[in-house]
């Protein structure tokens, strides 16, 4: 699960590298007067993790995000959650709140309309008031990836991958997957 979301990102990655290079000039005023608002929510259920056992776990994000386009099919995004709720399926462990920041990238198959099919990534660092399960760190990063479809009418949905772990900087990081929807406004 962790290696999908990965490669996920890295292609967005490269892709938005071969569509900034193709591109004549980038003026970065330019790309934020372009830019646009998009809100989203997100509803995620937990997979199983593998040396921890998560599935029954939930958890709901809303997020805001400045997305500014970078080329005909690529825009780059300024992401933050400001709220962030997680619920163990275990009732010895208590829910978990947090907020978090982090950056978008997204590829629009339509050229230059930034509507219709999108597949997207970011990476975000989380701060949360209590522990995960067999995870020691109240820091955490959250690398997410996903398909979706922005609508004329500038409503979207998304299908995502989600993992959360502490990347090794704490003794314990039993990580958690999660497989989620998303629905959100773009303005």
Not at 40 to 69: N, W
Not at 140 to 151: A, D, K, L, R, S
Request: net charge positive; with cysteine; aromatic share 18%.
């Amino acid at each position: 699960m962790r290696r999908c979301i990965f490669a996920i990102i890295a292609m967005l990655f490269f892709a938005g590298l071969g569509n900034v290079a193709a591109a004549d000039r980038i003026d970065l005023r330019e790309m934020f007067r372009n830019g646009r608002w998009r809100l989203e929510a997100q509803g995620y259920s937990a997979l199983y993790s593998g040396k921890t056992d998560r599935e029954g776990d939930k958890f709901a994000t809303f997020s805001v995000e400045y997305e500014m386009p970078a080329t005909r099919r690529f825009a780059f995004g300024l992401r933050a959650y400001p709220l962030f709720y997680y619920e163990p399926h275990r009732s010895s462990f208590d829910n978990v709140y947090g907020v978090a920041v982090g950056g978008t990238a997204r590829y629009y198959l339509r050229a230059e309309t930034y509507n219709g099919w999108f597949a997207d990534a970011g990476c975000s660092i989380l701060w949360h008031s209590n522990y995960f399960h067999d995870n020691s760190s109240r820091v955490n990063f959250m690398p997410e990836g996903g398909v979706g479809y922005q609508f004329r009418n500038n409503w979207h949905a998304a299908v995502k991958l989600n993992h959360i772990s502490n990347g090794g900087m704490a003794s314990k990081n039993a990580g958690v997957n999660a497989l989620g929807l998303a629905i959100g406004y773009t303005f």
